[in-house]
């Protein structure tokens, strides 16, 4: 891959203290590309360390309800004294806790203070690389509706870094069409990186963080689950959507666009290859059948029977049309000759769910309607199940093998996913069957 210019973002754990902060400087030190960094604020450096964005949301509920602040911020002053102390630098901190002090009392919204935990990283970061601090409230724009305003952005930040050889930009905010600082939803910072690379034009965007890749399956659920090597940016889409976490949701569009792939990489063991996302696979590697394994519990389903409902135009439509009005999105519509299933969250059908049930019938006359709770939807996903025989086979032999009773079965429209919905109570047992029966292979 050509590799002249990428954009590193560096997520809270990589930068929690000056330990941690070198590893990363090395890490961009020891590639010219690298020439944009992106940085968040310090995260934690134990589990039950708070998070300097945690602590700077806290300060500002306190002051919102009159109570005394002080000690939080000298909480997150001290956080980064040890941080400039340990790096060796000088650096005005107290000039810049000073501001916080005085927005804060003079009523700030939330996203300044918030913000300020990547500014004054940043600016730490800047001083020890001796590289330009670029701020990114002067290169990333927000419209009226709160969305990225993206022509503005990426034409003013592209020629805001093209100035320079290389540059330090804190993640997570930008500039509100109010012309305050406004934040993206938490770990934004994700996204920032993802902007400057596009911004750039950037060959890559790296993003650094305490996992070596995005795993085949959760964790939680699975033993040592595999790293993914190779995922194309919609299987990613597929897996985040089905529970699996690694980037911000929003950190795949201004990428994606423009075709640069995101490395996932992990800042403690910077040797790993990580996770690769991109359009299609690099040239030469071949594609696994199945990519990953994801799942959440807690959905329902909705069985609504009429007999001749298959020659009836428009039921379907007009089900789905009862759930949208009431603001519930549908996630599966199986159908059958005279049924049709919609699957929904359970929980949020559970509120609504007397005036949901009037409606159909009202609307449908239907034979009956069955609820069924507790169901748990599984993806398994992959691009290259698209043309190849026996995937379903194998899945369904491997849950059969396991004694799970399938309650659903629904394969995407581009075949690049088959979800099954098993009982709440046999899920963690299906995906640890379909882990071994589709990823060990
Ligand atoms: N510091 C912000 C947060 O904790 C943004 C980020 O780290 O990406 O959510």
Not at 80 to 101: C, M, P, S, V
Not at 163 to 171: E, H, K, L
Not at 369 to 396: D, P, Q, R, Y
Request: hydrophobic share 40%; charged share 25%.
């Amino acid at each position: 891959m050509n590799r002249n210019t990428v954009v590193a973002k560096f997520g809270g754990t990589s930068l929690a203290d000056a330990s941690q902060i070198k590893k990363a400087c090395a890490i961009i030190n020891a590639d010219p590309a690298r020439k944009y960094v992106v940085m968040s604020a310090p995260g934690k450096r134990y589990s039950e360390d708070i998070k300097i964005t945690d602590m700077l949301y806290k300060a500002h509920a306190q002051a919102k309800a009159g109570e005394d602040f002080s000690d939080t911020l000298h909480g997150i002053a001290d956080r980064y004294a040890k941080i400039i102390d340990g790096l060796g630098i000088t650096f005005d901190l107290d000039a810049e806790i000073q501001e916080i002090a005085e927005r804060l009392k003079a009523g700030t919204a939330a996203d300044y203070p918030a913000s300020r935990g990547e500014y004054i990283n940043s600016k730490i970061i800047a001083a020890y690389l001796g590289r330009p601090f670029v701020d990114a409230a002067e290169g990333i724009f927000f419209t009226e509706a709160g969305t990225l305003d993206e022509a503005r952005t990426f034409s003013v930040l592209g020629e805001k870094l093209k100035a320079y050889d290389s540059a330090v930009i804190p993640g997570f905010y930008g500039t509100g069409a109010d012309g305050q600082i406004k934040t993206f939803s938490r770990g934004g910072s994700d996204v920032t990186g993802s902007i400057v690379a596009r911004s750039v034009n950037a060959d890559l965007y790296e993003n650094w963080t305490d996992v070596s890749g995005m795993l085949c399956a959760d964790p939680r659920i699975v033993k040592n689950p595999r790293v993914i090597e190779h995922i194309t940016y919609t299987e990613l889409r597929e897996l985040s959507y089905m529970g699996a976490s690694v980037l911000h949701e929003d950190a795949v569009f201004p990428v994606r666009q423009a075709g640069i792939p995101i490395n996932i990489r992990n800042t403690n063991r910077s040797d790993d290859a990580g996770t690769l996302i991109a359009a299609s696979l690099p040239e030469g590697v071949t594609r696994k059948t199945v990519t990953g394994i994801a799942g959440r519990k807690g959905f329902c389903s909705v069985r609504v029977e009429k007999s001749m409902m298959n020659g009836e135009t428009g039921f379907g439509a007009k089900l789905l049309q009862v759930f949208a009005q009431k603001g519930i999105p549908f996630e599966h519509c199986p159908t059958g000759i005279d049924t049709i299933s919609v699957i929904v969250n359970g929980s949020a059908f559970e509120s609504r769910r007397e005036e949901i049930l009037r409606e159909i019938k009202n609307v449908l006359a239907p034979d009956f309607i069955t609820i069924e709770k507790g169901l748990s939807a599984i993806a398994v996903v992959g691009a290259g199940m698209v043309n190849v025989k026996g995937v379903a086979a194998k899945i369904f032999t491997a849950l059969a093998e396991a004694g799970i009773n399938i309650r659903m079965i629904d394969q995407g429209s581009d075949e690049l996913n088959i979800i099954i919905g098993v009982d709440d109570a046999d899920y963690v047992s299906a995906v640890n069957a379909l882990y071994k029966a589709m990823m060990l292979e």
